[in-house]
């Protein structure tokens, strides 16, 4: 599977802007896994920011995105959404899209080593 994000781009304190990531390759596996959101800082390591499940049933964000940021997921176009409303200094970030291979259990959704695909990443900067 191969992972297109895109979107990111310089936005105001509380504007919204809406994350796309395009996959393409093998739909079986698409569409079988859950896929996520990541983004890193400049100096900090890459953190969680929200995953959905294969349906689209259960989905999880970090505590600072929560209210503000959906996960969403359409399997007929391959694609995952990042939807981030209210956007702070802090969320600026290059964002990275990514997907799992396999099922995993507990909080393996927050874990960047379960997941085996990523996306080139789309930078997000939010000015004050």
């Known amino acids: 599977v191969q992972l297109q994000a895109s979107g990111g781009g310089l936005v105001q304190t509380g504007d919204s802007l809406r994350l796309s990531c395009a996959a393409s390759?093998?739909?079986?596996?698409?569409?079988?896994?859950?896929m996520a959101w990541f983004r890193q800082a400049p100096g900090k390591e890459r953190e969680f920011v929200a995953s959905?499940?294969?349906?689209?049933?259960?989905?999880y964000q970090t505590d600072s995105v929560r209210g503000r940021f959906t996960i969403s997921r359409n399997i007929a176009n391959n694609t995952v959404y990042l939807q981030m409303n209210n956007l702070e200094p802090e969320d600026t970030a290059v964002y990275y899209c990514a997907s799992q291979s396999r099922y995993y259990s507990g909080d393996a959704y927050r874990r960047p080593g379960t997941y085996h695909n990523w996306g080139q990443g789309t930078q997000l900067t939010v000015s004050s």
């Open positions: 959905i499940n294969w349906s689209g049933s259960v989905t």
């Open positions: 390759g093998r739909g079986r596996t698409f569409s079988y896994y859950t």
